[in-house]
Every structure is written in C-alpha cells, then in structure tokens.
Nanobody, 121 residues
C-alpha cells in the first residue's frame, strides 16, 4: 500500500510563508494527479490545488496567486509553496495522490494524514 507523508506545517505569522512537502512511498506502477486539500476547524475539507502528470495545475480561487504547487516525479513528491498567508489559511493540510498499482488497473486515490498550518500573530 502506498503511503503519503506530509511535512512542513507549523506556526507562521500573517504575511509569512511555508512550504509543505508530501512524499509517496511503497509499491506502485505510477502516480497521476497529486494534490492538496485542507480542513479548517469546524469546516468541511476543501480543495486547494492539484497537479497532474503533464505538470498542469489547478487552484482554488482562495489561494490563486499566493500558493504554488509543484512536483518532483523522480522523488514521488509534491510541494505546496504558500506565501502571503492569512489567518483563514489555518487548517490541517492533506496530500492526496492517484496511484496506479498495476498497469492498466486504474487509479486509486490515497490520502496522507495531514499537517497542521496555523497562521497567527
């Protein structure tokens, strides 16, 4: 089973920056889309950004121009560079990935356990 492990969360002041990482490990044939979601206290999990195998990206309107998603396919790792952080960005950030375990078997979505980002002065 593929595992996703997020890192890079923490406490940052408003206007600051953080870089999240998510590394996939375990037996797999390929990875397709990788992305980030977040869940703020008392709210539902929401989409943040995604990047697919051709490196095309999609962002939630709330983070456009402030967050950048990228990937290192050789390391099976996806990153989320976050700038100009706001208190409303406070949430647990979850990584996900579409994993193909066997050729032509289709993709299964795998989730990490999350990393907490707190934006506060």
């Amino acid at each position: 089973q593929v595992q996703l492990v997020e890192s890079g969360g923490g406490l940052v002041q408003p206007g600051g920056s953080l870089r999240l990482s998510c590394a996939a490990s375990g037996p797999m044939f390929s990875l397709n889309a990788m992305g980030w979601y977040r869940q703020a206290p008392g709210k539902q999990r929401e989409f943040v950004a995604t990047i697919i195998s051709d490196d095309s990206t999609t962002y939630a309107d709330s983070v456009k121009g402030r967050f950048t998603i990228s990937r290192d396919s050789a390391k099976n790792t996806v990153y989320l560079q976050m700038k100009s952080l706001k208190p409303e960005d406070t949430a647990v950030y979850y990584c996900n990935a579409d994993v193909e375990y066997v050729p032509s078997a289709g993709y299964r979505k795998v989730w990490g356990r999350g990393t907490l980002v707190t934006v506060s002065s």
